[in-house]
């Protein structure tokens, strides 16, 4: 493979992939493709270490970076697992707090922007004719912020912007995917967690735990992510749209696919950022807009 | 007539052999059939009495009333009584036709054929679709269809009583699925979603499957459900993604500037001062502050999830 920078003129065409497009995540028990609209919806994946909640981030993050309204903010405590992205991303943030509360901050500014200027054309959502990105929160191990590194106040912090986020930023084009192993009140508070309309309970080792991340009483009904076996990394009880969980198996992109996409995804990307096409909503004036 | 109310509460025969439900099953069904001697015979007879009442005299009209009536009412008190049989004839109705079917042509076979002639169509009958996997696999999963219906109505009729008559729920039409079978059903009334909800393990043993699923099969319709029964897990093999296909793989790859390689990195490289954990410990005073919060739900971990 050759190494070159990205050429800041004559992009090559992208796929036209948007990402108000259905995203391909897998397919179900018969066979048929699955897929979920992310635009308007927020995805949390639960299940046990090594369940495959990673491929899933991974699947929607090959999606978002090909996609062409689209820009990507990465968290990941891991490093490695959303890493290969970096370069298609606005934002990377590592196993750092006060970045990743920096960026949140970001977020929450363009979502009051977008909403003033949403209200301003008197409409109530983001559609695709506007022409605005949609900007994909990824969080792989959203315990590590919100339980694990940084001060008490600045974990809180984190879990407000996040709910925040997740609250209204649906109908401002900011959803929000995330992962954790096991998103119990102690992770992740209750009236977050339930937030997320997406759920996908990846291997779980009690139905309990199924129960915390489809929704409580699918174990009951049946639907349980225990019976899912230990070696088949991947599969997992998906909800949404339907309302009943489905058994699906995860598209997996290998490390060298996903290297390619993301070289693919950089290379068809204009050079950020856009103050040509897109007008940069950060600093808009709320006062002006309204 | 009149006798049979006070005889009802004791109308089954003292038969120590019968269980409670099909006592009451039977006398239900002598009772239905009463009724529906007396309701046919009355109707009838005094549909046929007006009608013929504008031809004759009216006592003659009564006496024809009761001529076509009676027999009628006899006729329908038979087919109620024998409809257990009935019903039994129509569940097994795919099995004796298809064996009907096969016999037959056995035979005719047989008869117009010369012995090695015989041999050879049946081997190629059977087989054919035996030796190719894709009818193979088609055959043996309709045949599952047929066996996952009577499994079905084992289960409601053994173990998931819905109601005082003993009516079962309607087992309607199966089809085969990658995971096993799926089929249709309408409940009667004493039954619902949610208490077989509660027998699914039961349902899934009776059934020779894994795992049994039920969901509504209509959002109007509360009685209309659906059964997933599952016996094979076909999620094993690795999905690929249609992102793959549409980069181009001549990409070059992106110039990243080298990161610096981090070193120790094993446990003797890392000494034991300069372990600094990322996470700062709280304060003891704010943990002592929040400890009175946190310990009365630390206990109940699973049931505090939910608050
Ligand atoms: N869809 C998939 N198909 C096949 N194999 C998969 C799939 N997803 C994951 N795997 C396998 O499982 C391994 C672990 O997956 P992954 O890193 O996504 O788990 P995880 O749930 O993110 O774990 P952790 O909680 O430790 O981050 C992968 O390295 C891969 O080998
Ligand atoms: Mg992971």
Same mark, same amino acid.
């Given at each position: 493979?050759?190494?070159?920078?990205?050429?800041?003129?004559?992009?090559?065409?992208?796929?036209?992939?948007?990402?108000?497009?259905?995203?391909?995540?897998?397919?179900? $028990?018969?066979?048929?493709?699955?897929?979920?609209?992310?635009?308007?919806?927020?995805?949390?994946?639960?299940?046990?270490?090594?369940?495959?909640?990673? #491929?899933?981030?991974?699947?929607?993050?090959?999606?978002?970076?090909?996609?062409?309204?689209?820009?990507?903010?990465?968290?990941?405590?891991?490093?490695?697992?959303?890493?290969?992205? $970096?370069?298609?991303?606005? *934002?990377?943030?590592?196993? &750092?707090?006060?970045?990743?509360?920096?960026?949140?901050?970001?977020?929450?500014?363009?979502?009051?922007?977008?909403?003033?200027?949403?209200?301003?054309?008197?409409?109530?959502?983001?559609?695709?004719? &506007? #022409?605005?990105?949609?900007?994909?929160?990824?969080?792989?191990?959203?315990?590590?912020?919100?339980?694990?590194?940084?001060?008490?106040? $600045?974990?809180?912090?984190?879990? *407000?912007?996040?709910?925040?986020?997740?609250?209204?930023?649906?109908? %401002?084009?900011?959803?929000?995917?995330?992962?954790?192993?096991?998103?119990?009140?102690?992770?992740? @508070?209750?009236?977050?967690?339930?937030?997320?309309?997406?759920?996908?309970?990846?291997?779980?080792?009690?139905?309990?735990?199924?129960?915390?991340?489809?929704?409580?009483?699918?174990?009951?009904? #049946?639907?349980?992510?225990?019976?899912?076996?230990?070696?088949?990394?991947?599969? %997992?009880?998906?909800?949404?749209?339907?309302?009943?969980?489905?058994?699906?198996?995860? *598209?997996?992109?290998?490390?060298?696919?996903?290297?390619?996409? %993301?070289?693919?995804?950089?290379?068809?990307?204009?050079?950020?950022?856009?103050?040509?096409?897109? @007008?940069?909503?950060?600093?808009? &004036?709320?006062?002006?807009?309204? | 007539?009149?006798?049979?109310?006070?005889?009802?509460?004791? +109308?089954?025969?003292? /038969?120590?052999?019968?269980?409670?439900?099909?006592?009451?099953?039977?006398?239900? !069904?002598?009772?239905?059939?009463?009724?529906?001697?007396?309701?046919?015979?009355?109707?009838? +007879?005094?549909?046929?009495?007006?009608?013929?009442?504008?031809?004759?005299?009216?006592?003659?009209?009564?006496?024809?009333?009761?001529?076509?009536?009676?027999?009628?009412?006899?006729?329908?008190?038979?087919?109620?009584?024998?409809?257990?049989?009935?019903?039994?004839?129509?569940?097994?109705?795919?099995?004796?036709?298809?064996?009907?079917?096969?016999?037959? +042509?056995?035979?005719?076979?047989? /008869?117009?054929?010369?012995?090695?002639?015989?041999?050879?169509?049946?081997?190629?009958?059977?087989?054919?679709?035996?030796?190719?996997?894709?009818?193979?696999?088609?055959?043996?999963?309709?045949?599952?269809?047929?066996?996952? =219906?009577?499994?079905?109505?084992?289960?409601?009729?053994?173990?998931?009583?819905?109601?005082?008559? +003993?009516?079962?729920?309607?087992?309607?039409?199966? =089809?085969?699925?990658?995971?096993?079978?799926?089929?249709?059903?309408?409940?009667?009334?004493?039954?619902?979603?949610?208490?077989?909800?509660?027998?699914?393990?039961?349902?899934?043993?009776?059934?020779?499957?894994?795992?049994?699923?039920?969901?509504?099969?209509?959002?109007? /319709?509360?009685?209309?459900?659906?059964?997933?029964?599952?016996? =094979?897990?076909?999620?094993?093999?690795?999905?690929?993604?249609?992102?793959?296909?549409?980069?181009?793989?001549?990409?070059?790859?992106?110039?990243?500037?080298?990161?610096?390689?981090?070193?120790?990195?094993?446990?003797?490289?890392?000494?034991?001062?300069?372990?600094?954990?990322?996470?700062?410990?709280?304060?003891?005073?704010?943990? /002592?502050? !929040?400890?009175?919060?946190?310990?009365? !739900?630390?206990?109940?971990?699973?049931?505090?999830?939910?608050?």
């Amino acid at each position: 493979m050759t190494t070159a920078t990205a050429p800041t003129a004559g992009v090559p065409v992208g796929p036209g992939l948007s990402m108000f497009d259905p995203i391909f995540v897998g397919i179900d $028990e018969f066979g048929h493709p699955v897929y979920i609209t992310l635009a308007y919806r927020n995805l949390l994946a639960g299940g046990e270490p090594g369940g495959g909640k990673s #491929g899933l981030l991974n699947c929607i993050a090959a999606h978002a970076a090909l996609s062409v309204d689209s820009r990507l903010v990465l968290l990941d405590g891991k490093l490695v697992e959303l890493g290969q992205w $970096e370069d298609c991303a606005d *934002a990377f943030i590592g196993p &750092d707090i006060t970045e990743a509360l920096a960026v949140l901050k970001r977020l929450q500014l363009v979502m009051n922007n977008r909403y003033a200027w949403l209200r301003a054309h008197g409409r109530r959502k983001l559609t695709a004719a &506007d #022409g605005l990105s949609v900007i994909t929160v990824l969080v792989d191990e959203i315990a590590f912020y919100s339980a694990t590194v940084g001060t008490k106040q $600045e974990q809180e912090e984190f879990v *407000a912007l996040l709910r925040d986020l997740v609250a209204r930023g649906r109908a %401002a084009g900011i959803p929000v995917v995330a992962a954790t192993q096991r998103p119990s009140f102690d992770i992740i @508070p209750t009236s977050l967690r339930d937030l997320f309309g997406y759920r996908a309970a990846f291997r779980c080792t009690t139905p309990n735990s199924s129960n915390i991340v489809l929704g409580h009483g699918w174990a009951e009904q #049946g639907y349980t992510a225990t019976d899912i076996a230990p070696s088949n990394q991947g599969a %997992a009880y998906l909800i949404a749209e339907g309302g009943i969980p489905r058994r699906i198996k995860v *598209a997996y992109l290998t490390d060298g696919q996903i290297a390619g996409i %993301a070289d693919y995804a950089a290379w068809i990307r204009r050079p950020r950022p856009l103050p040509a096409l897109v @007008p940069d909503l950060t600093r808009l &004036d709320l006062g002006a807009a309204a | 007539m009149s006798k049979s109310s006070p005889r009802r509460p004791f +109308g089954g025969k003292s /038969n120590g052999t019968i269980t409670v439900i099909e006592a009451k099953v039977h006398r239900s !069904s002598a009772r239905n059939a009463r009724l529906a001697f007396i309701l046919t015979a009355v109707i009838v +007879g005094l549909l046929a009495a007006v009608v013929a009442a504008s031809y004759m005299h009216p006592i003659l009209a009564l006496f024809l009333g009761a001529l076509i009536g009676v027999p009628l009412g006899g006729l329908v008190w038979v087919l109620v009584r024998i409809w257990p049989v009935l019903r039994l004839l129509w569940w097994w109705t795919p099995e004796i036709g298809v064996t009907t079917f096969l016999g037959t +042509g056995w035979v005719q076979l047989a /008869n117009h054929t010369p012995m090695p002639v015989t041999f050879a169509v049946v081997a190629l009958v059977v087989g054919v679709p035996a030796a190719v996997p894709v009818t193979r696999r088609v055959l043996v999963a309709w045949t599952w269809c047929f066996v996952v =219906r009577h499994r079905l109505r084992v289960c409601f009729a053994q173990f998931i009583i819905a109601n005082q008559s +003993g009516s079962l729920p309607l087992i309607l039409w199966a =089809r085969p699925t990658p995971v096993g079978e799926r089929v249709w059903v309408y409940l009667r009334p004493g039954l619902s979603l949610a208490d077989l909800e509660g027998r699914l393990d039961r349902i899934a043993v009776a059934c020779h499957a894994s795992t049994a699923l039920i969901e509504r099969a209509s959002d109007g /319709n509360a009685a209309y459900l659906r059964f997933d029964i599952k016996r =094979r897990e076909v999620l094993t093999a690795q999905v690929g993604s249609p992102l793959v296909d549409v980069i181009d793989p001549a990409t070059p790859a992106t110039d990243r500037p080298t990161p610096a390689v981090p070193t120790a990195l094993d446990l003797p490289d890392v000494d034991i001062p300069t372990v600094t954990l990322p996470a700062q410990k709280k304060p003891p005073a704010t943990a /002592n502050g !929040s400890k009175p919060a946190a310990s009365s !739900s630390t206990p109940e971990d699973d049931i505090s999830d939910w608050i």
